[in-house]
């Protein structure tokens, strides 16, 4: 029997008022202990879906997790940090049993590849789970209005929505665990093709492509029209730069980054890109810079001048062209080129010439 005096009492507003929503939780098995938190919080409404994102109770402090790891707490602190997290108090209980595994294999990693490497990878490791999250937020809400309490005006309807997407939640690991590991395979056998140096460096093609015109079609676009052009174009970019072999970096704005092993597959990955069946039959139309060269391979990212040099290029081509520069373009002497007059780059102190990649007869 529920006691609404006393969940009223104990700081629920309205709990005979919100009836339906105090039974719906109750019948889940919410205690009124859980209610009361949830509603300290504005969120009983959020309650049902709320404890299904959680990986468990959170019962343990970071500076119980540094004691269980054996590591400083000064260190666990960075790590939780530099992951993208926020405790407002070390002493207080925020994270679960599964946080103190996720450490503990973190730490271990550290003894085994060095501080500077595993903190590295956390900082990748988090950045993406954000983007994600972020992702699955956007995604939901679009897709589910009924998320939304400001769209329902009804706590119990946005209570059942938001638990059922939930669920959905524990799945999305399981994915994440099968395709990471695909991904790793396909990162090996990527990497088993290009040339290493002894340290971080490798010898890659990287390319940089967007759509030309890109503020404009802002301003004269919908959101609705802007989000379906860029999930198109990331859609087609990404389907490009897979079937020639090459690997999305990733996406800057309506930009794609990607690398390929050798000059003439990143040729491909460009010409395929840029004259795109999708992209002849619509109004817009893609442009590339292309480089190749020693790059510094760090964080699931790449750097150097031929990176810089790709992506200068890119700013400074016609839409539907592709530009080349030395040393590139003596690599694929098959490839048919048109030399550009000397272009000012940002970044380079001399001009540098440049050259039209164009398509093979």
Do not use: C
């Given at each position: 029997m529920i006691d609404y005096d006393a969940l009223e009492a104990a700081g629920i507003a309205d709990a005979?008022?919100?009836?339906?929503?105090?039974?719906?939780?109750?019948?889940?098995?919410?205690?009124?202990?859980?209610?009361?938190?949830?509603e300290r919080r504005g969120r009983l409404f959020a309650l049902a879906g709320d404890s299904v994102q959680w990986s468990g109770q959170p019962s343990h402090?970071?500076?119980?997790?540094?004691?269980?790891?054996?590591?400083?707490?000064?260190?666990?602190?960075?790590?939780?940090?530099v992951l993208g997290l926020t405790v407002a108090d070390p002493n207080v209980p925020a994270l679960t049993d599964c946080d103190i595994e996720a450490l503990r294999t973190w730490a271990e990693m550290r003894a085994a590849i060095g501080e500077d490497?595993?903190?590295?990878?956390?900082?990748?490791?988090?950045a993406s789970m954000a983007r994600l999250a972020e992702a699955e937020s956007t995604m939901t809400r679009t897709g589910l209005p009924n998320l939304d309490l400001a769209n329902t005006h009804d706590e119990l309807l946005t209570a059942r929505a938001y638990r059922s997407a939930a669920q959905f939640i524990p799945r999305i690991g399981g994915m994440i665990d099968a395709f990471h590991r695909h991904h790793l395979a396909a990162a090996r056998t990527y990497f088993d093709g290009v040339v290493h140096h002894e340290s971080s460096t490798v010898d890659v093609g990287i390319g940089f492509a967007d759509l030309s015109d890109f503020t404009r079609l802002t301003r004269m676009s919908t959101a609705d029209e802007l989000s379906k052009l860029l999930n198109e174009f990331s859609g087609m970019a990404a389907d490009v730069v897979n079937a020639d072999g090459?690997?999305?970096?990733?996406?800057?704005?309506?930009?794609?980054?990607?690398?390929?092993a050798t000059p003439e597959l990143l040729a491909k990955a460009a010409l395929d890109l840029v004259h795109h069946p999708?992209?002849?039959?619509?109004?817009?139309?893609?442009?590339?810079?292309?480089?190749?060269?020693?790059?510094?391979?760090?964080?699931?990212?790449?750097?150097?001048?031929?990176?810089?040099?790709?992506?200068?290029?890119?700013?400074?081509?016609?839409?539907?062209q592709i530009l080349v520069a030395a040393p590139w373009c003596n690599i694929p002497e098959d490839w048919p080129i048109q030399v550009q007059e000397p272009l000012a780059l940002k970044g380079f102190d001399e001009p540098v010439t440049a050259y039209q990649l164009c398509d093979r007869l």
């Open positions: 005979r008022g919100r009836a339906e929503l105090i039974e719906y939780l109750d019948g889940l098995g919410f205690t009124p202990d859980q209610m009361v938190g949830a402090s970071l500076a119980e997790v540094a004691h269980e790891i054996e590591l400083p707490l000064a260190d666990v602190e960075q790590a939780w940090a490497a595993a903190l590295g990878f956390l900082r990748v490791l988090g090459g690997r999305v970096v990733k996406f800057i704005g309506d930009a794609v980054m990607w690398v390929s999708r992209v002849a039959a619509s109004e817009i139309q893609v442009r590339a810079g292309l480089s190749y060269g020693e790059v510094l391979a760090i964080g699931g990212d790449y750097f150097g001048s031929p990176v810089n040099l790709a992506a200068r290029l890119v700013a400074a081509a016609q839409p539907g």
